[in-house]
């Protein structure tokens, strides 16, 4: 059973930080580059930032970049989504996937839960 399990997400003024993590069974870590995406209510999903199984290789959103960064810890099994600079539109559910190198989260088959992030203004 592959499972994603999220955490670290949270109520933040604008311009704060928050980092998120997203720990993973041993078997979907190993063979599969991961993704944060993040839903906002009314919106559909989109995709946020990415990491290939190295952790060589790095893709962000354009309204991320800059201030969020993507980072893995394959010993650990864990990937972590650093957030700086958090801004109100950055208000969403935070999901963890695990598949192949894609932008679309139609590609992913392996989610986690969520977790919320609220920014306030």
């Known amino acids: 059973q592959v499972q994603l399990i999220e955490s670290g997400g949270g109520l933040v003024q604008a311009g704060g930080s928050l980092r998120l993590s997203c720990a993973a069974s041993?078997?979907?870590?190993?063979?599969?580059?991961m993704a944060w995406f993040r839903q906002a209510p009314g919106k559909e999903r989109e995709f946020v930032a990415l990491?290939?199984?190295?952790?060589?290789?790095?893709a962000y959103a354009d309204s991320v970049k800059g201030r969020f960064t993507i980072s893995r810890n394959n010993a650990e099994n864990t990937v972590y989504l650093q957030m700086n600079n958090l801004k109100p539109e950055d208000t969403a559910v935070y999901y963890c996937?695990?598949?192949?190198?894609?932008?679309?989260?139609?590609?992913?088959?392996?989610w986690g839960q969520g977790t919320q992030v609220t920014v306030s203004s």
């Open positions: 990491i290939n199984r190295s952790g060589r290789s790095t």
């Open positions: 996937a695990a598949g192949p190198i894609s932008t679309s989260w139609t590609q992913y088959v392996y």
């Open positions: 041993a078997r979907t870590f190993s063979s599969d580059s």
